[in-house]
């Protein structure tokens, strides 16, 4: 009796004083996890080393009023940039083009809970995602990243260079 006493408050204990806990940070959540706001947890971001979060779709409509959506506005890196920038969605102004660390996490991560079929898989034109990240040789280029089915080494994604006025998808992140 004695020893499942001590048991239990060794487990209690345990919890109680663990280093989630006693620093007073919450549990990071999964990559995939949907959040309350409407955005799903995507990672740690490289860059920043905080939570990375994304919307649960490429990027939507930027012009309302027009009626049109990113595929139909002018889709080159510098309005992808420009676009992240002005997004207000999922109560949130921060938003920005994620570099291509962090897209690749995101890629890396994209068949677990909401990211999982969230990205457009490579079929032809339109299946780059932009990243912010310039391409350094050249000027006129920019890195982009192609979503695919999972190759015989396991990757998601390809990593291109594409010139800075290909019409490219979109996918902001905060964080």
């Not at 048991?7 to 995939?32: C, E, N, W, Y």
């Not at 947890?41 to 959506?69: C, F, I, Q």
Request: aromatic content about 12%.
């Amino acid at each position: 009796m004695k020893l499942k006493n001590l048991a239990a408050i060794f487990a209690l204990s345990a919890t109680l004083f663990s280093p989630a806990l006693s620093t007073g940070a919450p549990p990071a959540p999964v990559p995939g996890k949907a959040m309350r706001d409407g955005t799903i947890h995507a990672g740690v971001s490289p860059v920043t080393g905080k939570p990375m979060y994304t919307t649960p779709l490429n990027a939507p409509r930027p012009d309302v009023e027009k009626k049109m959506n990113w595929f139909e506005a002018d889709r080159h890196w510098e309005a992808a940039i420009l676009y992240c920038r002005a997004f207000k969605g999922h109560g949130h102004n921060d938003w920005r083009l994620p570099a291509r660390a962090e897209l690749e996490i995101m890629m890396a991560a994209s068949d677990k809970g909401a990211l999982a079929g969230s990205f457009q898989l490579a079929s032809g034109e339109m299946d780059l995602y932009w990243t912010s990240e310039q391409y350094k040789i050249y000027d006129y280029a920019a890195w982009a990243l192609r979503p695919q089915e999972p190759d015989a080494d396991g990757n998601k994604y390809k990593v291109f260079w594409a010139f800075k006025d290909t019409k490219a998808q979109v996918r902001c992140v905060r964080g």
